[in-house]
């Protein structure tokens, strides 16, 4: 009955967020904004519902401190790999290789990096006897925050240019026939959807951690981190037909950096230091969503690449990452 319940919450989750990406992509054709903003800002905070939902439904309903942070730091290791999926589904080579430089994905991967050291630094301390809280919530969740709203408005004055351009290009402006009641009409229902839908999905993937014995970890960080990060890779897939390369990489990484942002939300309903409170192992989803993004911000500098099954090298190098990763999860389950 809980895996019912699990693939019916998760089917869903995939179709109210297959929904909202498609309407919020129309409101940002009202707004006449840039590309790269688009993905960063928009589509990456409405593709970070679900993992919004799902780990703040495990902290206050559930007290699965362990779960809600597995996956939002597996959505942080599992984002990545969609670019290795949209290279595969790329028949031109590598599709890094056609990624032209945007400042926009250098900040968002430097910030996304930044946050998730600032909670590795959280958790080894906390395993070492160190805490430093607030009345209400840990100094790094507050450090979280500050750089989170940091990064938001450093990538605004980066893009502004950006922005600019788009709306003096009138090819690129195009007509939305769509109305803004109709918009924010489908964007509301489609929101409650998933909100109601990913409760039942973290009630599921609880039941199924302790009947299984994978644990609550393992079962964050893998399964609720898949299906949390399906709207994610809706987007990513839309983007590579449309070729709109910057929509998706910024979707990415701007989902990355919520999802790092919802660590503090986290944090505010947990009753001590969410973070020091978690098993170590979450060190080591953390590290390798940090190597992958690296390793993607490299591929897309390095032009002219070649590596297997039609796959550059960096996409090869992340699958093997990404693998190596998730069974070393396992074994420390």
Known sequence: MYWIQFFISAVFIVLAGIR?????????EQSNIGKAWIGIILLGLVTSLPEAIVSLTSVISLKANNMAIGNLLG????????????????????MTNDIARNKSHDISASFAVILTLVVIGEIFLGKNGFS????????????IAVLYFAGMWYLSKADSDQIKLYKKDPIKAQDCTVSALEI???????????VLAAMWLAQSADVIADRTGLGRTFVGSIFLAVVTSLPEMVVSLSALRLGAFDM????????????????????????????TSVDPVHILTASSSIVLVLISCVGMKIKHKRGLFGLGWDSVLMILIF???NILLYRFR
């Open 20 to 28: 909202l990406t498609e309407y919020a992509d129309k409101l940002s």
């Open 75 to 94: 959505s942080n290791n599992f984002n990545p790999m969609l670019i290795v999926l949209m290279d595969a589904f790329y028949r031109k080579g590598s």
């Open 132 to 143: 430093f809280r607030a009345s209400f919530v840990s100094f790094g969740s507050i450090l």
């Open 184 to 194: 924010w009409t489908n964007l509301t229902v489609s929101a409650v959807i998933v």
């Open 248 to 275: 998706a990489i910024g979707n990415i990484f701007g989902s990355n950096m919520t999802n790092l942002f919802v660590v503090f939300l986290c944090d505010l309903f947990y009753k001590g230091a969410i973070l």
């Open 323 to 325: 693998v190596a990763v």
